[in-house]
């Protein structure tokens, strides 16, 4: 656990978000510590995917900032932040394990493979090639490649997609444990979560008129 982690702070402000010509998400204003959860609601296509990756670093925004600590997250390569979105990411041709392995390496993380796939239930899929996983077994080999990152914030679209009861149940429970801890967990999804703790807001994304 990171001791400093309730220190941690993002800030958005003021953001507004285009799509081509469009204004899509306007004026979006929120800030978060350690131990804060987040649910972005709204329709579909109303812009919640461009808003986490805006927030993430991914898409720059027409107007506003994010401030992850401190620094813009569209100046600086932000560090801490994960952003899973709705494709898993994952090396077709390597194992779970290989695929691990990998992001391992570019995470520097000393959590252990096995350690990880058992958290996650895949541990007897663990020589399966990724091409070769079901939709939910890739989705569970996405949250052990999160918890492998060691990021103190999660931003999160649509994490329960292709899961069944128990995968959802798992979803809730690793964020449930990673607030806990003191991190930070933005979650976009048509229902909330269910153990998103006591910190816990709603941020809705309505139609921009004009």
Same mark, same amino acid.
């Given at each position: 656990? *990171?001791?400093?982690?309730?220190?941690?702070?993002?800030?958005?402000?003021?953001?507004?978000?285009?799509?081509?010509? @469009?204004? $899509?998400?306007?004026?979006?204003?929120?800030?978060?510590?350690?131990?804060?959860?987040?649910?972005? %609601?709204?329709?579909?296509?109303?812009?919640?995917?461009?808003?986490? @990756?805006?927030?993430?670093?991914?898409?720059?925004?027409?107007?506003?900032?994010?401030? +992850?600590?401190?620094?813009?997250?569209?100046?600086?390569?932000?560090?801490?932040? %994960?952003?899973?979105?709705?494709?898993?990411?994952? =090396?077709?041709?390597?194992?779970?394990?290989? *695929? /691990?392995?990998?992001?391992?390496?570019?995470?520097?993380?000393?959590?252990?493979?096995?350690?990880?796939?058992?958290?996650?239930?895949? *541990?007897?899929? %663990?020589?399966?090639?990724?091409?070769? /996983?079901?939709?939910?077994?890739?989705?569970?080999?996405? $949250? #052990?490649?999160?918890?492998?990152?060691? %990021?103190? /914030? +999660?931003?999160?679209?649509?994490?329960?997609?292709?899961?069944?009861? #128990?995968?959802?149940?798992?979803?809730?429970? $690793?964020?449930?444990?990673?607030?806990?801890?003191?991190?930070?967990?933005?979650? #976009?999804?048509?229902?909330?979560?269910? =153990?998103?703790? =006591?910190?816990? @807001?709603? /941020?809705?994304?309505?139609?921009?008129?004009?």
């Amino acid at each position: 656990m *990171n001791t400093n982690s309730h220190a941690d702070r993002i800030d958005v402000t003021g953001l507004d978000i285009l799509r081509g010509d @469009r204004l $899509l998400v306007e004026d979006v204003n929120f800030s978060m510590h350690g131990g804060d959860t987040l649910w972005v %609601a709204g329709r579909n296509g109303i812009g919640k995917t461009s808003l986490l @990756r805006c927030i993430a670093g991914l898409l720059r925004p027409a107007h506003g900032k994010v401030n +992850w600590n401190g620094q813009d997250v569209h100046r600086h390569a932000p560090q801490g932040i %994960a952003y899973q979105g709705h494709q898993d990411g994952h =090396k077709p041709n390597l194992t779970a394990g290989e *695929n /691990l392995a990998f992001w391992k390496t570019i995470y520097k993380s000393d959590s252990e493979i096995s350690t990880v796939l058992d958290r996650v239930g895949l *541990n007897d899929r %663990a020589h399966v090639r990724a091409k070769g /996983l079901s939709a939910g077994q890739s989705r569970r080999l996405a $949250l #052990a490649r999160l918890l492998l990152s060691g %990021a103190r /914030l +999660w931003i999160l679209d649509e994490p329960a997609a292709a899961m069944d009861v #128990a995968g959802q149940d798992l979803i809730d429970n $690793l964020i449930a444990e990673h607030v806990a801890e003191g991190g930070l967990a933005m979650i #976009a999804s048509h229902t909330p979560p269910r =153990k998103i703790g =006591k910190h816990s @807001r709603v /941020l809705t994304i309505g139609d921009v008129h004009g």
